[in-house]
């Protein structure tokens, strides 16, 4: 869902970009890779979205899948291991060459297998992947070992942007910070110049004719160029909107959202669509091995003044492991209470006493955890902290984990070191439960151990993998209502809030609307400056 949740009260000054139509982007977090399997990671896929084209458009809103590069949905055999695609013939890249079906069979070669050589992952949204094959000069076919039936939302996601042949023999660093500018996609944006770490700038293609049919705007963007800013305060963000000197910033924290609208700016916010920002808990950690524990600290976490005391409107409460918008929803009634007079009794029963400073213990050993600081995550460190609070007040010990991105992903891999993992996953399809909990994908119960290939948990692997391989959308349908289910009576997970990507914007800049998980689209943006005030209802479906 896309909200706009401001009064326009026009304060800011009229910038310079309104006449040299060039709009300046603020990113709290500058991107680590433009290889599209990783443009889930917000700043990647912000890039990502604006420089490449895809098989398929999910309309960000309805979620429903339209041509784009394909001429028209894919046929699909009865079992779903076999998609056709005709595509066009008349899109080039910026480098010039040609997107040919050789090309695009050689995209999804690469994104469905990886390559080891090159460290290039496979994509997680790319399940079963066995062949890609050329039929003609404009018809492509995809074959699957088994039933693959997300694959025709995967075409339409950034983790499937479609690259030039050059691109496409890269390696890893290729695509690293530095190399950007190398990076050759057919979007209607292309990468004019890097500074290392800091500036990227995003000039529009003259000769871009080949939107999804289905986009209100066609032919070439509307804005000539986007300046890519690293902004990692939050203050100089948002100065920099009220000083006219941004007129797009992401991540603007729930306390300032009426601040920016007093001063005259627009907060978009638009959901990622996938499973919410949640609480996994490693249950085969000794400590949470047994469920009463997982129960405990479910019931011992007060959701209700979290979400009052730090976010705003723009984020919903969860009632289930995946936001209410996302494919498969099912509320949990009841579920996810605040009762510490349980969670105190449940701690008693499995024989921890509290101490002399409040902490519990037994055989000499504290009750305490640790949670990783979801870096990419809105107000992690306070939410963890929140967490922190509210655990104490029933004898448990909560630690935070520091460090920056890769260092939060290195240590989650280790229940011993993270035993609590904060964080969730975007995608507008069935398979985004198994991409977040599946031992093959980002398994962040740690469920499946790297070490010995061992299970801990068969049933939930095999439901989640059922997501990705059952045949028809009602099946699917029903097997996520039924990993919902099961992550409730397992007490495996709590889930927090329906995650937005929420962004400040300048009251001249007009069209701005995210993907369909809430990456930064800027094809249909144009810069118009009024003499006039307008005022958006609050909370307004848009």
Known sequence: MLASLSLVVACTSRPSAVEENRLTYLEPIFFATLYPPAAGFYPNGGVVNNITDRLLYQDPETLELSPWIATSLPEINEDATEFTFDIRTDVTYSDGTPLTAENVVANFDLYGLGDSDRVLTSSEQITNYERGEVIDEDTVRFHFSAPAPGFAQATSSINAGLLSDGTLALANDG??????????????????????????????????????PTHPHQGRARVDAIDFILASEES?????????????????????????????????????????????FRFMHPHLQDIRMRQALIHGIDRDEI??????????QATSAIAHTALGYKEQPGAYEYDPARAQQLLDELGWELGGDGIRTRDGERLSFTINEAVPQPRSREVVTKVQEHLRRIGVEIHLNPGDNATQNADSLDWNTIQIRHTMVGRADYDVIKSMWHSENRNEL?????????????????????????????????????????????????????????????????????ESIGRPSFYGVWLEDTDENTTDTAGEEQ
């Open 175 to 212: 695509f690293a910070p530095g190399n950007a500018t190398g990076v050759i996609g057919s979007g209607p944006f292309v990468i004019e110049s890097e500074q290392l770490g800091t500036r990227l700038r995003l000039a529009a293609r003259e000769d871009y004719d080949w939107a999804p």
């Open 236 to 280: 100089v963000r948002v100065g920099g909107l009220i000083a006219g000197q941004a007129d797009i910033a992401r991540q603007v924290e729930a306390p300032v959202e009426r601040h920016l609208q007093e001063q005259g700016l627009n907060v978009i916010w638009h959901g990622t669509n996938g499973v919410n920002n949640s609480l996994s």
């Open 307 to 316: 979400m009052h005391t730090l976010f705003s409107d723009s984020y919903v």
């Open 446 to 514: 740690l469920n499946g151990d790297k070490t010995t290939g061992e299970i801990h948990d068969p049933v939930l692997e095999d439901m989640l993998g059922q997501i990705a391989a059952l045949p028809t959308e009602a099946e699917r349908a029903e097997m996520t209502r039924r990993v919902q289910d099961y992550l409730t009576e397992q007490a495996y997970i709590l889930p927090l809030f329906e995650e937005p990507q929420v962004f400040g914007v300048a009251p001249y800049v007009h069209g701005f609307q995210p």
